[in-house]
């Protein structure tokens, strides 16, 4: 059997952007300033940034697994960074964004992780910005 026509058709569609993509669902911008003691300390730690609503299930609507260095640009949660279908930033008004630095590089929080947390924002339009400052503990 050949592929035929459809499969072509298929494949041009699927690289189509969707209502969905991030240039028209909801965003937030993060701005991650860290202490150069901090940046020094944990200069091979994984950062995760999140997004999570501000009331309702724990799972994150939204997060990005970076290297330190991505700190130093504006960090964007799409709903393309969803960790679950159907659980994005469109599902919830009220957000937390939080960004946790981890030398173990595991999702699962430890001792020596050093995070912080912004106050709730709420989507009043889709893109949100936010600035959030990380200190030794």
């Known amino acids: ?21 991030a240039t028209t669902g909801r965003r937030v911008t993060v701005q991650l300033a860290l202490t150069p003691e901090l ?12 997004a999570k609503a501000d009331a309702g299930p724990p799972l994150p609507l939204a997060v990005k697994k970076l290297t330190l260095s991505a700190a130093a640009a504006p960090i964007v949660l799409t709903e393309q960074d969803a960790m679950q279908a159907g659980w994005g930033l469109a599902q919830a008004q009220k957000i937390k964004v939080s960004a946790r630095l981890s030398r ?7 001792a020596d992780d050093v995070s912080v947390e912004s106050a ?17 503990k």
């Open 39 to 50: 940046q020094a300390a944990y200069k091979d730690a994984t950062l995760f940034v999140f």
């Open 120 to 136: 709730v924002l709420e989507f009043t339009q889709p893109a949100l910005q936010v600035s959030l400052h990380m200190e030794s």
């Open 104 to 110: 173990s590089g595991t999702v699962t929080p430890s």
């Open 1 to 21: 059997a050949t592929a035929g026509p459809n499969a072509v058709t298929l494949a041009n569609t699927a690289s189509q952007p969707t209502p969905t993509d």
